[in-house]
């Protein structure tokens, strides 16, 4: 059996590591693969990849571009496994829904037009459609389908992409290593290192047993602008990183990852202060 990945980049190319590491090979259907990236993580003889696109090629405006993509080449990929009969489907979502969820008042109250919270931004719309596709698709046909949400995932990834979370701790990370000011500019956010992303995902693939259908993958509680930036100076040495007194806060708790704990069997394996050491060593070994 082989897990078919689509998207190759930041998540999935540490998908596709742990089905290496599990023995199998990984099918990494992408737009643009990069070889060159992925040969950091996996060995590529042991892999397929393909490229294609899950929607078509067109050139559009970045929101609708998020619906194609989010929505239905989510839709694209249940119709296909409901159609090829595959054993199942783990879409990947975000922790944006809890950041952008409005309405609600009338709390639950059958007929009410705010009787629901609802998201109110494209993105996460998006994400929320691909959700409720899955979840219909389970409750009409009997797919098998799993879904993931992520908190802010940053982690190895070549240059021009993996993300704005990638971007800004990479630019963090690297000032400090330079010796050069490195103002940390969110504090109290939720995060996630790339290889927990992909061990969460990919226990989601494979686990038995579990009663839900809904995981929340993320370090289980919020980091302060100033502990990133001491975790950043413990593995430069320099003293350079400090928090913003201007940080951006989302002011919100993290995410509950215990459902996934005790389904997925999901641990939190890299922390903040072991992300940013693991995360540091490839970035010296891959300098600009």
């Known amino acids: 059996m082989s897990v078919l990945i689509t998207g190759a980049g930041l998540v999935g190319s540490q998908i596709a590591r742990l089905e290496q590491e599990a023995g199998r090979t990984p099918v990494l259907f992408d737009l643009v693969p990069r070889p060159d990236a992925l040969a950091d993580f996996i060995d590529l003889d042991q892999a397929v990849i393909v490229r294609g696109d899950v929607t078509n090629p067109l050139d559009l405006v970045a929101p609708l571009t998020s619906t194609l993509v989010n929505t239905m080449g989510s839709a694209y990929v249940l119709e296909a496994a ?9 879409l990947c979502s975000s922790s944006t829904l809890y950041m952008s969820m ?3 008042e009338d709390e639950g109250a059958y007929g009410l037009e705010e009787a629901y919270p609802r998201v109110n931004n494209v993105y996460a719309a998006n994400k929320q459609a691909a959700e409720d596709l899955g979840r219909a698709y389970q409750k009409t046909f009997g797919l098998d389908v799993v879904a993931v949400r992520f908190a802010a995932v940053f982690g190895p990834w070549g240059p021009g992409g993996g993300g704005a979370a990638t971007t800004r701790m990479e630019n963090w990370i690297r000032s400090s290593m330079a010796g050069e000011p490195a ?16 061990q969460g995902a990919h226990k989601a693939c494979w686990a038995d047993g579990y009663t839900d259908r809904l995981f929340n993958l993320g370090m ?22 400090k928090a913003s007194l201007s940080a951006i806060s989302p002011g919100k708790p993290a995410m509950n990852i215990d459902r996934a704990k005790q389904q997925l069997g999901y641990a939190v394996e890299y922390p903040m202060g072991v992300a940013i050491r693991d995360y540091r060593e490839w970035l010296a070994a891959h300098p600009q």
């Open 82 to 90: 409901r159609v090829l009969k595959l054993d199942r489907v783990v």
């Open 102 to 104: 409005v309405g609600g």
């Open 183 to 198: 103002e940390v500019t969110i504090s109290g956010a939720d995060w996630v290192y790339s290889k927990d992303a992909a």
């Open 220 to 241: 289980g509680r919020p980091y302060p602008g100033a502990e990133i930036a001491d975790d950043i100076n413990a593995v430069t040495g320099t003293g350079s990183a």
